[in-house]
């Protein structure tokens, strides 16, 4: 408005030039940035959309079509190491399992390698079927965010046998290739489902964070009270002379025009007095933040530190609230497996109790070979081909009396027993069972070693009877059973099952699978959950090892060399919010059908038949500091494992609210389960998390810990790692309703000497915020620690956002995984650490780091640093201003009034870009003390807590400073020239260069007058 207003003659007070170069320096440096971040985008958009791909089209031939010209509908190849042109359906694979593996490190930020699966029907096709003459029909739900669903079913119309038989297959997410995710290896064909901003890459795309720092609010409010101040003083300049006796004779004369001037002279002093409003500081504090980024990424200190959010260097100045993670975040999210807890029972890592692990199991393998009566392989599990199952020359099996066992290597069909079972993981193992089966009753009795397989006499066939007892852990898995033979004691046997079952279901409940090294090189396991490597690692290390894994089929090595293999028949992922996962899967050699589930105490408690012994155990473990994991178990029989899978099948298909069935029939199979073992593992601290907590603690940043662990742990872990002091007692807060919490919560000692530590569990946080919400926070905020366990993500996120709205203050969020991201982004700094769950946190955070340690740096220093430049810079560049346009106020007012420009407007140009550029440089680059000193006090990050460097307070002192100084440049020079030459050009002229260079020169010298600093405030 101040440049376009140059245009009228009646308001121009100076050059056009002069108003309108600010302000087109100002816009054309902010259109360059954005202009050169749009070309980086264009190219690198133009890369990947001119990608080409192989395309089949409908008459069989192929042809090369770039990604940008993908449709729906259109299938496309997709090589080894290429990336993902759109979302697509997976159909065929060059891997006869119809199995690849992704990378979605871009995706969800996890480094693991995701299992992706062919659509069946498709897969299943001959090799020389041609997928363009396929008539089929797929059904995709409408696009979403959740990268983690997928809604869909496959229909082929038709077959070789029947034309009017129609096949379904329900979809999920493991039947889709997302856009931008890597194939890692074979190659695919896959239908595209979804395209260009509708793929689930595009709709997770996050908007620009919308976080603004809190000194940019103050410049903001500023500079509003600035340009009040130009209008009042324009108001005043205007008034002045109408209030003398002249100025009311001329109203009374000629009213009307004497309105009209005063309304020109008003416009002409705001004109004049524009220099007060800031225009220049946006661009000074956005260089800044450069310099600030550059100096934080270039530290060798603080390696991996990286600024996604340069508009906020500054809130790490003055953080109040830590809320932090603990696993991965205080610790290393390294698993070391520590014991293992059978109820009568507890095995510890690193002493004798491990070598009973493995004598057990080598015990029971041996007893199994005679017991069981169907055949091990022996020898080497070839892993270069995921379709090849077992290459090995069977033993010879004994004969079973009624019938005959032929064993041969290769697909030979499956087999069906005549009580209706059908015995389909026997053909991948290669075993053709030939003769009838006997019924019950007719049965021959088994030798005097053996006992009988309870499915056999109808426990597991569609009778439904219990009759007899299993051969021993290898065949089948339930409950703690009597001996096997005469020859060994109960107790002994007894041990000796229950640790094979329990390590059993260790090495087959879990989503780890067995990698081969490039180059020929040892197997290592893969998986996203560092419990879970531990834990398959350690079943490893005591012989019973996973050997591999398709899809369908698990393969596991007993300690005597031997293989035994699983069908796989569903698998329940791990999910944040089911805190849970399991397998069913049913032995190849036996039939036998089991279910098993891991996951924490709080929710397998509710599912487990019997657990007199849990919770007490449960809490020895944690006590420890161990994370625990309790792993269960159950025996399907054929009939029930029939009606789970029809009502699963019926549930897939549904085509709205797939996920609540799916789930509703899962939770039917989760009922009634049997306690097999506790598992604990410890997460060791990351290292100097101790001496980067005391330094917060002592600089007055008050530390949350919001963790989903069980309370014993995380008390541990808390004193372990400093964040409560050794003698701090905890305060514990466990209600079950509103009253509760509301006396509990009253009861908390608040200002004792040695306040204790406040600790809740989720639910009982959740009952407190809800009904105690404004005591709750006064609580809280009281307490000098706070330990939130069992939160959930939204919990978290929650609990950042009641802070920012009771305290007012600046948090800061920690955390390395998934689960962290919404504290991330509800809290004013989010801060990531780049772990071993992934990116996601990191890729979500404002900024990111390797370790917790190096939060001290980037906090007491870094922020210290940031917040002390751009404070003092904005109030200097706010100061400058103000002079020159004081100066042109006591100008106008010793001239009567009259909006006469003091300066060339070249000068005034000049001043406000080339005289004054140097302080502003120099402020950058600023350091109020040493680096040693600020990590050595960190009690001197207490005052950047207040926020007084750049206040109301300063800013009425820095604007008192500008009247005081324009004031006597302005006086001093009339002074110092007589009055009658004054009005002489030569005279006027060395008197407004005079004057000019005094407030150049004033405005720099400022900067190191220590009368002037903020610091002194």
């Known amino acids: 408005l101040v440049a376009l207003s140059q245009i009228f003659p009646p308001l121009q007070v100076g050059l056009l030039f002069t108003y309108i170069a600010p302000l087109v320096f100002v816009l054309a440096v902010t259109m360059t940035k954005e202009a050169y971040d749009d070309l980086q985008r264009y190219r690198m958009d133009r890369e990947i959309n001119l990608q080409e791909y192989v395309q089949l089209l409908p008459d069989g031939r192929t042809e090369m079509r770039r990604a940008q010209d993908l449709r729906v509908g259109h299938i496309v190849r997709v090589q080894t190491n290429q990336r993902v042109p759109a979302d697509l359906v997976l159909l065929r694979t060059t891997e006869p399992s119809g199995m690849v593996f992704l990378?979605?490190?871009?995706?969800?930020?996890?480094?693991?390698?995701?299992?992706?699966?062919?659509?069946?029907?498709?897969?299943?096709?001959?090799?020389?079927?041609?997928?363009?003459?396929?008539?089929?029909?797929?059904?995709?739900?409408?696009?979403?965010?959740?990268?983690?669903?997928?809604?869909?079913?496959?229909?082929?119309?038709?077959?070789?046998?029947?034309?009017?038989?129609?096949?379904?297959?329900?979809?999920?997410?493991?039947?889709?290739?997302?856009?931008?995710?890597?194939?890692?290896?074979?190659?695919?064909?896959?239908?595209?489902?979804?395209?260009?901003?509708?793929?689930?890459?595009?709709?997770?795309?996050a908007k620009p964070s919308s976080k603004v720092a809190t000194l940019d609010l103050?410049?903001?409010?500023?500079?509003?009270?600035?340009?009040?101040?130009?209008?009042?003083?324009?108001v005043v300049m205007v008034a002045m002379p109408l209030l003398s006796t002249w100025g009311r004779n001329r109203i009374q004369q000629n009213g009307t025009q004497q309105a009209l001037q005063a309304l020109l002279d008003l416009c002409c002093f705001m004109l004049l007095f524009s220099q007060i409003i800031p225009i220049s500081l946006r661009v000074a504090l956005d260089m800044a933040k450069l310099v600030y980024k550059i100096q934080m990424t270039s530290d060798p200190r603080v390696p991996g530190l990286r600024v996604r959010s340069s508009t906020l260097p500054e809130e790490l100045g003055g953080i109040n609230y830590l809320l932090t993670d603990k696993t991965g975040t205080l610790t290393q999210n390294e698993m070391i497996f520590r014991k293992l807890h059978l109820g009568f029972l507890c095995l510890s890592d690193g002493d004798d109790s491990m070598r009973e692990v493995r004598s057990a199991?080598?015990?029971?393998?041996?007893?199994?070979?005679?017991?069981?009566?169907?055949?091990?392989?022996?020898?080497?599990?070839?892993?270069?081909?995921?379709?090849?199952?077992?290459?090995?020359?069977?033993?010879?099996?004994?004969?079973?009396?009624?019938?005959?066992?032929?064993?041969?290597?290769?697909?030979?069909?499956?087999?069906?027993?005549?009580?209706?079972?059908?015995?389909?993981?026997?053909?991948?193992?290669?075993?053709?069972?030939?003769?009838?089966?006997?019924?019950?009753?007719?049965?021959?009795?088994?030798?005097?070693?053996?006992?009988?397989?309870?499915?056999?006499?109808?426990?597991?066939?569609?009778?439904?009877?219990?009759?007899?007892?299993?051969?021993?852990?290898?065949?089948?898995?339930?409950?703690?059973?009597?001996?096997?033979?005469?020859?060994?004691?109960?107790?002994?046997?007894?041990?000796?099952?229950?640790?094979?079952?329990?390590?059993?279901?260790?090495?087959?409940?879990?989503?780890?699978?067995?990698?081969?090294?490039?180059?020929?090189?040892?197997?290592?396991?893969?998986?996203?959950?560092?419990?879970?490597?531990?834990?398959?690692?350690?079943?490893?290390?005591?012989?019973?090892?996973?050997?591999?894994?398709?899809?369908?089929?698990?393969?596991?090595?007993?300690?005597?060399?031997?293989?035994r293999v699983y069908d796989v028949l569903h698998e329940m992922p791990f999910s944040s919010e089911l805190r849970r996962m399991g397998v069913l899967l049913r032995n190849a050699h036996t039939g036998q059908i089991t279910f098993y589930m891991k996951g924490a105490d709080s929710v397998m408690a509710e599912r487990i038949e019997r657990s007199d012994w849990l919770e007490e155990e449960v809490g020895n473990l944690a006590r420890e500091g161990l994370r625990t994991l309790v792993v269960a178990c159950k025996h399907?029989?054929?009939?029930?494992?029939?009606?789970?899978?029809?009502?699963?099948?019926?549930?897939?298909?549904?085509?709205?609210?797939?996920?609540?069935?799916?789930?509703?029939?899962?939770?039917?199979?989760?009922?009634?389960?049997?306690?097999?073992?506790?598992?604990?593992?410890?997460?060791?601290?990351?290292?100097?998390?101790?001496?980067?907590?005391?330094?917060?603690?002592?600089?007055?940043?008050?530390?949350?810990?919001?963790?989903?662990?069980?309370?014993?742990?995380?008390?541990?872990?808390?004193?372990?790692?400093?964040?409560v002091a050794r003698y701090q007692p905890f305060y514990s807060v466990n209600v079950?309703?509103?009253?509760?919490?509301?006396?509990?919560?009253?009861?908390?000692?608040?200002?004792?000497?040695?306040?204790?530590?406040?600790?809740?569990?989720?639910?009982?946080?959740?009952?407190?915020?809800?009904?105690?919400?404004?005591?709750?926070?006064?609580?809280?905020?009281?307490?000098?620690?706070?330990?939130?366990?069992?939160?959930?993500?939204?919990?978290?996120?929650?609990?950042?956002?009641?802070?920012?709205?009771?305290?007012?203050?600046?948090?800061?969020?920690?955390?390395?995984?998934?689960?962290?991201?919404?504290?991330?982004?509800?809290?004013?700094?989010?801060?990531?650490?780049?772990?071993?769950?992934?990116?996601?946190?990191?890729?979500?955070?404002?900024?990111?780091?390797?370790?917790?340690?190096?939060?001290?740096?980037?906090?007491?220093?870094?922020g210290r640093n940031c917040y002390l430049r751009s404070a003092t810079l904005s109030q200097f560049v706010i100061h400058r201003g103000l002079i020159i346009s004081f100066v042109q106020a006591v100008f106008s007012a010793l001239f009567?009034?009259?909006?006469?420009?003091?300066?060339?407007?070249?000068?005034?140009?000049?001043?406000?870009?080339?005289?004054?550029?140097?302080?502003?440089?120099?402020?950058?680059?600023?350091?109020?003390?040493?680096?040693?000193?600020?990590?050595?006090?960190?009690?001197l990050y207490r005052e950047l807590q207040k926020r007084r460097y750049l206040s109301m307070k300063t800013f009425l002192m820095w604007t008192w400073k500008a009247i005081y100084q324009s004031g006597v440049i302005m006086l001093g020079g009339v002074l110092l020239f007589e009055q009658v030459r004054i009005l002489r050009n030569k005279y006027t002229s060395r008197m407004v260069s005079n004057q000019f260079d005094c407030c150049a020169f004033g405005s720099a010298l400022s900067m190191w007058s220590r009368s002037l600093s903020p610091r002194s405030y």
Not at 696 to 705: E, H, I, K, S
């Open 218 to 234: 103050q410049v903001n409010f500023l500079a509003k009270l600035l340009f009040l101040l130009v209008a009042l003083t324009a």
């Open 736 to 862: 079950h309703s509103a009253s509760e919490a509301r006396q509990q919560l009253n009861g908390y000692p608040q200002g004792s000497i040695n306040s204790p530590c406040l600790i809740l569990d989720g639910e009982s946080l959740q009952l407190c915020v809800a009904h105690q919400q404004r005591l709750f926070m006064e609580v809280a905020c009281a307490a000098p620690t706070v330990i939130c366990c069992r939160c959930t993500p939204t919990l978290k996120a929650d609990m950042v956002r009641l802070i920012r709205e009771h305290t007012k203050a600046c948090t800061a969020a920690i955390g390395d995984g998934g689960n962290d991201v919404g504290m991330i982004h509800a809290a004013h700094v989010g801060i990531g650490v780049e772990g071993r769950e992934g990116r996601q946190a990191a890729l979500a955070a404002d900024f990111s780091i390797r370790q917790f340690s190096h939060l001290s740096r980037l906090v007491l220093w870094h």
């Open 636 to 723: 399907l029989t054929v009939s029930q494992y029939e009606q789970f899978h029809d009502a699963l099948d019926a549930a897939k298909l549904t085509k709205l609210r797939r996920a609540e069935a799916v789930q509703s029939v899962l939770e039917q199979l989760q009922e009634d389960m049997q306690l097999l073992c506790i598992t604990a593992v410890e997460d060791k601290l990351q290292p100097n998390v101790r001496t980067t907590l005391e330094m917060l603690r002592d600089a007055n940043v008050r530390t949350w810990m919001l963790t989903g662990d069980k309370m014993e742990t995380a008390k541990i872990v808390a004193q372990n790692a400093s964040l």
């Open 361 to 563: 199991l080598l015990q029971c393998g041996e007893a199994s070979s005679v017991a069981c009566g169907f055949p091990y392989y022996t020898g080497r599990t070839a892993l270069s081909d995921s379709s090849t199952i077992l290459s090995a020359t069977p033993t010879a099996p004994p004969a079973f009396p009624g019938h005959e066992l032929n064993a041969q290597v290769g697909m030979v069909g499956s087999a069906r027993f005549s009580a209706g079972f059908d015995w389909s993981g026997v053909a991948e193992l290669g075993v053709n069972v030939a003769g009838p089966i006997p019924r019950v009753g007719s049965v021959t009795p088994f030798p005097a070693a053996v006992v009988r397989p309870r499915w056999l006499l109808g426990g597991g066939g569609p009778d439904g009877g219990l009759v007899g007892d299993v051969a021993d852990g290898l065949c089948t898995h339930g409950p703690l059973r009597g001996s096997i033979g005469s020859s060994a004691s109960a107790p002994n046997k007894r041990t000796e099952h229950a640790i094979r079952e329990a390590m059993l279901a260790i090495t087959l409940c879990h989503n780890v699978s067995p990698v081969e090294s490039e180059g020929g090189g040892p197997h290592f396991f893969q998986g996203a959950s560092p419990d879970e490597l531990a834990l398959v690692q350690f079943a490893a290390t005591c012989g019973l090892q996973l050997s591999s894994r398709t899809p369908n089929t698990m393969v596991v090595r007993e300690p005597n060399n031997r293989l």
């Open 103 to 205: 990378r979605t490190d871009q995706l969800d930020g996890e480094t693991d390698w995701k299992v992706r699966l062919a659509v069946g029907v498709a897969q299943r096709l001959p090799p020389e079927t041609n997928l363009s003459s396929l008539n089929a029909t797929l059904y995709a739900a409408a696009p979403t965010k959740d990268i983690y669903d997928f809604v869909g079913v496959f229909t082929m119309h038709g077959d070789t046998h029947d034309p009017n038989c129609n096949t379904q297959e329900a979809l999920g997410v493991e039947n889709t290739l997302w856009a931008n995710t890597v194939l890692a290896s074979g190659s695919a064909w896959g239908v595209v489902v979804y395209t260009g901003t509708e793929t689930r890459s595009r709709m997770n795309v």
């Open 896 to 939: 009567y009034f009259r909006p006469i420009p003091l300066y060339n407007g070249l000068l005034v140009l000049g001043y406000a870009t080339i005289f004054t550029t140097g302080p502003v440089f120099s402020l950058v680059l600023d350091e109020d003390i040493s680096e040693i000193n600020a990590l050595k006090f960190p009690q």
